[in-house]
Structure formats: structure tokens, C-alpha cells
């Protein structure tokens, strides 16, 4: 016997908005997702905050050591680009660390 498949949620086009601002305020936005319990409850504004929220963290770090801070923020303005079409934006190491964590 086949088990149902519950089908996910819609993406609205105001979960597109949330995630995208999430990608290009990280990691501001992506806390204060995170924070607010209704737009938490929507997986796919989940995904992007926190990913989004890792990203911020690695582009705070990064940038002081490398310099490299206008090649992270375009791949993020691409990344928010994605999540706006209403795609699961993939980061190789980071979305298969956050989905191991069970944070996503």
C-alpha cells in the first residue's frame, strides 16, 4: 500500500518576496524571518532564511579576510534572483549541511 504524499503548501508570490529580501539583507532579514512565527511555518521561506542567514555569516567572515566581499553579494543577488522565480536555490555544502541538521 502506497503511502498519500501530502503535497507542499503553494509558494505565494509574497514567500517569493521574503526569501529573495532574505538573500540580499542577509543576514538581517534572515533573522528576523526566523523570528517571526507565521513566516517560519512556510518551508519555503524557512530554506532561504536559513540559508540565506549561513550565507550572511561566511560573507561577514570572509570579507574582512579575503576582500572578496562584491563576489559573495553578486552570488547572493543571484541567489535572491532564483528564490524570486520560486526556486530551491541548491549551495552545494550548505544546503546539504542544513538539511542534515534538520533546520530546513
Known amino acids: 500500500m ?9 509558494i505565494t508570490s509574497d514567500d517569493k518576496l521574503w526569501s529573495a ?6 543576514p538581517l532579514v534572515s533573522i528576523i524571518l526566523l523570528l517571526m512565527e507565521d513566516k517560519k511555518a512556510r518551508p519555503f521561506i524557512k530554506f532561504h ?4 542567514l549561513i550565507l550572511g555569516i561566511i560573507y561577514i567572515v570572509l570579507l574582512p579576510l579575503f576582500g572578496c566581499g562584491a563576489i559573495i553579494w553578486l552570488v547572493m543577488l543571484f541567489f535572491a534572483y532564483k528564490a524570486y522565480q520560486g526556486e530551491m536555490v541548491q549551495v ?8 542534515n541538521q534538520g533546520w530546513a
Not at 21 to 26: N, Q
Not at 49 to 52: C, E, M, R
Not at 92 to 99: A, G, L, Y
Request: glycine share 0%.
Open 2 to 10: 502506497e503511502t498519500p504524499v501530502t503535497p507542499s503548501p503553494e
Open 21 to 26: 529580501l532574505a538573500y540580499v539583507f542577509s
Open 92 to 99: 552545494p555544502v550548505i544546503t546539504d549541511f542544513i538539511k
Open 49 to 52: 532564511a536559513v540559508q540565506s
